[in-house]
């Protein structure tokens, strides 16, 4: 199979089970779950299907990893899952729900940059107008067109998705044209990142009240288990094929195609939580595929 058709068969697998991320935890939410705790709980799970996926196939490579190339991983994956995770759960804690909808997706642009500039992916205008058909299509599955007011919580955000963006630029880096598997990178996720989450969990008295308020909830709650086993395995599943998925394309492809995650989201949204959709969205998801078309056959996964 040639590397094009690798690369787009996982990252379609990353944004389906992305998507179902999503919609899982929303329904979560929705019962009454809180962000952080759920967020833990969640990463145990991945942690424990993780092992079972990665650590039969992948043991002796792990234990023999370069401690240079190990320490890179662990970070990436500290600033990825934990500096991320932190951001952005504070961030939507002080910003209306259009505009994190919205403002996670900024992610796109962040990515592009990043690997422009240290990875030296090629910035050609094929490649900056599908950004920008992919941005506006996005803004308008996920607010529906209505206008966006700024609020303090955006700039938590905006920080969410550099951590993001970071984390997969120095994965890229670590493991392109190596033989370092992207599942260990997976692997290696929620054993950097959990420690990390702990960390600002212990800090939580120091935040604003609207930050606190994220951080005071019960942490030993399992009263939506079902929510925190569907998001586990979602998660995990999401991330093999993130990093599958870069380890044989860009990080722009990458980052890029996901966007289709909107689309997805939008119509399991539709058919599972019977959510009414509007044509601004519908404008929105035919923009966002036409964008991911042209993305695919442009060549981006390899400049």
């Given at each position: 199979?040639?590397?094009?058709k690798?690369?787009?068969?996982?990252?379609?697998?990353?944004?389906?089970?992305?998507?179902?991320?999503?919609l899982?935890?929303?329904?979560?939410?929705?019962?009454?779950?809180?962000a952080?705790?759920?967020?833990?709980?969640?990463?145990?799970?991945?942690?424990i299907?993780?092992?079972?996926?990665?650590?039969?196939?992948?043991?002796?490579?792990?234990?023999?990893?370069?401690?240079?190339?190990?320490?890179?991983?662990?970070?990436?994956?500290?600033?990825?899952?934990?500096f991320?995770?932190?951001?952005?759960n504070?961030?939507?804690?002080?910003?209306?729900a259009?505009?994190?909808?919205f403002?996670?997706?900024?992610?796109?642009?962040?990515?592009?940059?990043?690997a422009?500039?240290?990875?030296?992916?090629?910035?050609?205008?094929?490649?900056?107008?599908?950004v920008?058909?992919?941005?506006?299509?996005?803004?308008l599955?996920?607010?529906?067109?209505?206008?966006?007011?700024?609020?303090i919580?955006?700039?938590?955000?905006?920080?969410?998705?550099?951590?993001?963006?970071?984390?997969?630029?120095?994965?890229?880096?670590?493991?392109?044209?190596?033989?370092?598997?992207?599942?260990?990178?997976?692997f290696?996720?929620?054993?950097?990142?959990?420690?990390?989450?702990?960390?600002?969990?212990?800090?939580?008295?120091?935040?604003?009240?609207?930050?606190?308020?994220?951080?005071?909830?019960?942490?030993?709650?399992?009263?939506?288990?079902?929510?925190?086993?569907?998001?586990?395995?979602?998660?995990?599943?999401?991330?093999?094929?993130l990093?599958?998925t870069?380890?044989?394309?860009?990080?722009?492809?990458?980052?890029?195609?996901?966007?289709?995650?909107?689309?997805?989201?939008?119509?399991?949204?539709?058919?599972?939580?019977?959510e009414?959709?509007?044509?601004?969205?519908i404008?929105?998801?035919?923009?966002?595929?036409?964008?991911?078309?042209?993305?695919?056959?442009?060549?981006?996964?390899?400049?």
């Amino acid at each position: 199979m040639s590397k094009s058709k690798l690369a787009f068969i996982n990252v379609f697998l990353l944004s389906l089970f992305w998507a179902l991320q999503i919609l899982t935890s929303k329904m979560g939410f929705t019962a009454g779950a809180k962000a952080i705790p759920f967020t833990l709980q969640s990463a145990f799970v991945a942690l424990i299907l993780l092992s079972l996926i990665v650590l039969p196939k992948h043991y002796k490579q792990i234990i023999s990893l370069p401690k240079k190339v190990l320490l890179g991983l662990l970070l990436a994956n500290a600033i990825h899952f934990g500096f991320g995770g932190f951001f952005s759960n504070s961030g939507v804690a002080m910003t209306s729900a259009v505009n994190a909808g919205f403002l996670v997706k900024f992610a796109l642009v962040t990515t592009i940059l990043l690997a422009w500039i240290f990875l030296k992916e090629k910035m050609t205008w094929t490649k900056a107008i599908a950004v920008l058909i992919m941005v506006f299509g996005s803004y308008l599955i996920s607010t529906k067109g209505q206008p966006i007011v700024p609020k303090i919580g955006d700039l938590l955000i905006v920080l969410a998705c550099f951590s993001w963006s970071i984390g997969n630029i120095l994965v890229r880096k670590a493991i392109k044209d190596t033989e370092v598997s992207g599942d260990v990178v997976s692997f290696l996720r929620p054993i950097a990142g959990i420690p990390v989450l702990l960390f600002f969990v212990l800090l939580s008295p120091l935040y604003p009240a609207q930050i606190q308020n994220v951080f005071n909830a019960n942490y030993f709650d399992f009263r939506f288990y079902p929510y925190v086993i569907g998001s586990g395995i979602f998660t995990a599943l999401l991330w093999i094929f993130l990093n599958r998925t870069l380890k044989v394309a860009t990080a722009s492809y990458m980052t890029m195609m996901s966007m289709m995650t909107s689309v997805f989201v939008a119509i399991l949204a539709v058919l599972i939580l019977k959510e009414q959709i509007v044509l601004a969205q519908i404008f929105g998801g035919i923009l966002t595929i036409l964008a991911g078309i042209i993305t695919h056959y442009s060549g981006v996964d390899k400049k």
